[in-house]
Nanobody
Framework: QVQLVESGGGLVQAGGSLRLSCAASGRTISSYVMGWFRQAPGKEREFVATIGLSGVGTNYADSVKGRFTISRDNAENTVYLQMNSLKPEDTAVYYC???????????WGQGTQVTVSS
């Protein structure tokens, strides 16, 4: 079992930055592909970014490409999401998730709220 706890959310003005953290416990995340997802009010949860085991391979949703950066520190068992140039449409609950290889996303955090004011 992997327990994931997100932190770092908050209220920020448009154009500002936030850094989300996802601290894992129970198992080392070095064997897991890690990802960030988000869910805005009244909308379905959507993919934001993923990062491979060693941190080399990353993938981003078109809506955040060039503004968000996902990274991981396997020694600290933590994944990060640096969010720059935030827009009001980035307002959502952000979730961290883990999966083994190409399997389903098996583990999820409880989410952290990000609110971007215009």
């Amino acid at each position: 079992q992997v327990q994931l706890v997100e932190s770092g959310g908050g209220l920020v003005q448009a154009g500002g930055s936030l850094r989300l953290s996802c601290a894992a416990s129970g198992r080392t995340i070095s064997s897991y592909v890690m990802g960030w997802f988000r869910q805005a009010p009244g909308k379905e949860r959507e993919f934001v970014a993923t990062i491979g085991l060693s941190g080399v391979g990353t993938n981003y949703a078109d809506s955040v490409k060039g503004r968000f950066t996902i990274s991981r520190d396997n020694a600290e068992n933590t994944v990060y999401l640096q969010m720059n140039s935030l827009k009001p449409e980035d307002t959502a609950v952000y979730y961290c998730a883990a999966r083994l290889g190409l399997g389903r996303w098996s583990y999820w955090g409880q989410g952290t709220q990000v609110t971007v004011s215009s």
